[in-house]
């Protein structure tokens, strides 16, 4: 392609990227390194209903307003927001680190600080849930691959289901199944006879739910790759491993996965993307006790009655550094792979 | 259950009818809200105004988008229906206006207490009041020969009974969902052991206090007779839970309480043995281990005077006080408008304010102290570390979040 025809080409889509992705994260590690003004207050009288009148304190607006006006932008804070108790904690971590006598001690005292609390589950959630998630896709592609024709169209709609429903919802509908007197719940009292188990009680059990929901979620969009993949399988190349005598089990492990491997690296991308950023079960299992995570963090630092916005730039730039830290194996990997071929 | 809808719409449809002869505006009206059932008349009734465009945009999700939406020049709401709790965030932005002159000129029929004055000058309108208060079981209490409790060791003692005779393996219900709601049951307990939030005057945090201690060893007593899974419990799961029959105590808002047994499958049992009384004490207080609310509405500060006080004339017209003659209105609130009786439902929430009930602060850093505790107190709840661990950390989490805000 000449150049300019590549320039014309690919102008819109990289003005959107430009628009909608570069000049957002800009935005946000500028308001990351910026924090509100020093609140100026002053004590005034409130009346309100049923008790009258009290003396409470409030902030001075023209005060402030001038203080805005001076700076806009607020102060100039630099890493400050990183480096506190909600984000790196770096002075706690020292301190924790120097208090503690052996490793088990520091590790307890590092899973009091939100930020690794965090880091704990959303690591153990991204690197259980990916490989389920492609595992249990392919064999699900496999199998629908093997269906008669008729019966396929049909499995593929029920296949797609738990991806076709809002996350939301879909994790509502269980969070009420595994109520202690839900349906899901009760059972897994009645299994194991002791009727004070509860799934939502014990962090444990929550981490396991959220893990069955991520793959449970996430498994039909693998299966839509792999079944795409599956179409193009070189059947000249099967019909060679089953003339050597191939089982089925090794046509699928030297012919199939091998062919599909580049969806796989697709696949892995994407969900260690998404997974990383865990945010909906935590919402819809009401699970904020027992698992976090850095979006789950913005979330909550914008939905307060105060909005935190310089604490929820600084999460969503360490979200930005997690993603491109969990990529890089991959993307290394695809860019030797494109400089070996050409 | 049609027949009810029916009724009910056309009962709206009258308002609207008989307000629009009344409510005549020239500018532009938008109003942001909660969605509950009495802002839903009030919004209702405001856009009943005719002569210009009434929205509304009444959603659970208001308090995040109110400021985003008054901030722009013109704002995109003229009005905020807000609760004690959330002007803080729109006095700390200044983004609602004084309404001293727009009182004097169409504020005819509103009383004293209605004004929420700030530093002398009327910022808000209020409506209705809130508190939480016990509702129970008086027929299952009856059973057992218990009195409803006055405070909250006596509601440990009857649901130690009820639990002994095995009536219920549960009784206590509580709003304890990690988050807002834990919170919340945090700032009832600890006013109500006579601690407070922050050092008099200041900013600096005072929760890890003794009453501080004493409210979580509470909570964690009361937790021992709730569903095992109350730590993800909000108002809402916790009153399906009573409404089942599955509860037989609990601390619920006032706001709730004239549709607590309205609704669609609640048994027969709790039909008839739904009862409300005033809040409890705790540790041998006075004052209630409650906090008093107000739901109002305000105007912005970025629009013209005419959209001012076309919102002002539409929000008076949601809350004129022929409003109170209709009985499914009259028993949605406890309302602060002229000419409410109050009705039987309204009992916990005026007992509360007899009682002394401290009113939710409205201090610009206490959203930052609710949300740090909401985050903090769940490894406490769930047995994971100390109460004075869970309140060092609560205070630590408000420190980082007050030195951003800038009010440490």
Redesign the interface.
């Known amino acids: 392609m000449r150049h300019k025809t590549f320039f014309w080409f690919i102008l819109p889509t990289a003005t959107a990227m430009l628009l909608f992705i570069a000049l957002p994260i800009v935005s946000v590690l500028i308001q990351s390194v910026f924090?509100?003004?020093?609140?100026v207050?002053r004590?005034?009288?409130?009346?309100?209903?049923?008790?009258g009148?009290?003396t409470?304190?409030?902030?001075d607006?023209d005060a402030?307003?001038a203080l805005r006006e001076a700076q806009p932008m607020g102060?100039f804070?630099g890493f400050e927001?990183f480096i506190?108790?909600?984000h790196l904690a770096f002075s706690?971590v020292a301190e924790a680190w120097s208090a503690s006598d052996g490793l088990g001690g520091f590790a307890d005292q590092l899973a009091?600080l939100?930020f690794y609390r965090a880091m704990a589950f959303t690591l153990t959630f991204t690197f259980v849930v990916t490989p389920l998630v492609i595992a249990l896709g392919l064999v699900i592609a496999l199998a629908v691959n093997a269906l008669h024709v008729r019966l396929k169209g049909l499995a593929i709609f029920f296949s797609l289901l738990p991806f076709i429903i809002t996350p939301l919802i879909g994790a509502l509908v269980l969070?009420w199944m595994i109520?202690?007197?839900g349906v899901l719940?009760s059972a897994i009292q009645w299994l194991a006879g002791d009727?004070?188990?509860?799934l939502?009680?014990s962090?444990g059990l929550m981490w396991v739910a959220l893990i069955t929901y991520g793959v449970w979620h996430s498994a039909p969009f693998a299966f839509v790759i792999f079944y795409a993949g599956l179409q193009t399988l070189p059947m000249d190349q099967i019909e060679a491993a089953q003339i050597d005598g191939a089982t089925r089990w090794q046509r699928v492990r030297y012919v199939v996965i091998p062919h599909l491997m580049p969806l796989v690296t697709f696949v892995a991308l994407i969900q260690i993307m998404d997974n990383f950023r865990v945010f909906e079960p935590i919402v819809g299992?009401?699970?904020?006790?027992?698992a976090q995570s850095l979006s789950w963090f913005i979330y909550?630092d914008?939905?307060?009655?105060?909005?935190?916005l310089?604490?929820a730039s600084a999460s969503s730039v360490l979200t930005i550094i997690g993603v491109a830290i969990l990529l890089s194996p991959v993307l290394v990997r695809t860019w030797r792979d494109f400089k070996k071929k050409t | 259950m049609f027949l009810r809808q029916a009724t009910l719409a056309g009962a709206m449809l009258a308002f609207a009818g008989s307000g629009a002869l009344a409510c005549e505006i020239s500018a532009r009206v938008s109003i942001v809200g909660n969605e509950f059932p009495a802002i839903q008349t009030v919004g209702a009734n405001a856009a009943a105004c005719t002569g210009a465009e009434v929205a509304t945009n009444l959603t659970a999700d208001h308090?995040?988008i109110n400021?985003p939406g008054m901030q722009g020049n013109p704002a995109e709401y003229t009005s905020a229906i807000i609760a004690?709790?959330?002007i803080?965030?729109l006095?700390?932005e200044?983004v609602i206006r004084p309404l001293d002159d727009l009182v004097a000129k169409h504020g005819q029929g509103l009383q004293q207490?209605?004004?929420?004055?700030?530093?002398?000058k009327v910022m808000a309108v209020?409506f209705m009041?809130n508190a939480q208060h016990l509702m129970y079981r008086k027929d299952i209490l009856a059973d057992l020969g218990i009195e409803p409790p006055k405070t909250y060791e006596e509601m440990l003692d009857a649901a130690e009974t009820i639990r002994s005779k095995g009536v219920m393996?549960n009784p206590i219900g509580g709003a304890y969902?990690?988050?807002w709601n834990l919170a919340q049951e945090f700032n009832n307990m600890l006013l109500g052991y006579g601690g407070s939030h922050f050092e008099p005057?200041s900013?600096e945090p005072n929760v890890n206090s003794e009453a501080g201690v004493k409210a979580l060893t509470m909570m964690k007593a009361l937790s021992e007779y709730m569903?095992?899974?109350?730590?993800?419990?909000?108002s809402n799961a916790t009153n399906a839970?009573y409404r089942a029959g599955?509860v037989a105590l609990l601390n619920m808002w006032g706001s709730r309480a004239a549709t607590q047994i309205t609704a669609d499958g609640v048994t027969e049992e709790v039909k008839q043995g739904h009862a409300i009384a005033g809040p409890m004490t705790v540790g041998g207080g006075s004052i209630p281990a409650t906090t008093?609310w107000?739901d109002g509405w305000t105007v912005a500060k970025n629009i013209s005077d005419a959209e001012a006080e076309a919102t002002f004339i539409a929000m008076m017209n949601g809350i004129r006080p022929e409003l109170m003659q209709d009985e499914s209105v009259r028993t949605q609130a406890v309302w602060?408008i002229e000419g409410y009786e109050p009705t039987e439902d309204s009992l916990g929430v005026f007992d509360a304010?007899k009682a002394g009930a401290i009113?939710y602060?409205?201090?610009?850093?206490?959203?930052?102290m609710?949300?740090a505790l909401g985050?903090e107190l769940?490894?406490f709840?769930?047995g994971k570390?100390s109460a004075e661990?869970a309140l060092a950390?609560v205070e630590?989490?408000y420190?980082?979040?007050a030195?951003?805000?800038?009010?440490l």
């Not at chain 1, 009727?195 to 509860?198: F, G, V």
């Not at chain 1, 299992?285 to 027992?290: K, Q």
């Open positions: 924090a509100p003004h020093e609140a207050l004590e005034v009288e409130n009346c309100t209903p049923l008790v009148c009290t409470e304190t409030t902030i607006h402030t307003r102060r804070v927001i506190d108790r909600g706690e009091n939100p969070f109520d202690s007197r719940g009727p004070d188990l509860s939502k009680a962090t299992f009401n699970a904020s006790a027992h909550n914008l939905g307060g009655e105060t909005r935190q310089s604490s | 308090q995040s400021v004690n709790s959330s803080v965030a006095m700390n200044d207490n209605q004004l929420i004055t700030i530093d002398g209020a009041a393996q969902a990690a988050g005057g900013a569903t095992p899974d109350f730590l993800t419990h909000d839970e599955n008093l107000w602060l304010a009113p602060p409205m201090l610009p850093y206490m959203g930052l609710h949300t985050n769940g490894d709840m769930q570390e661990q950390d630590a989490a420190r980082a979040a030195k951003e805000k800038g009010f």
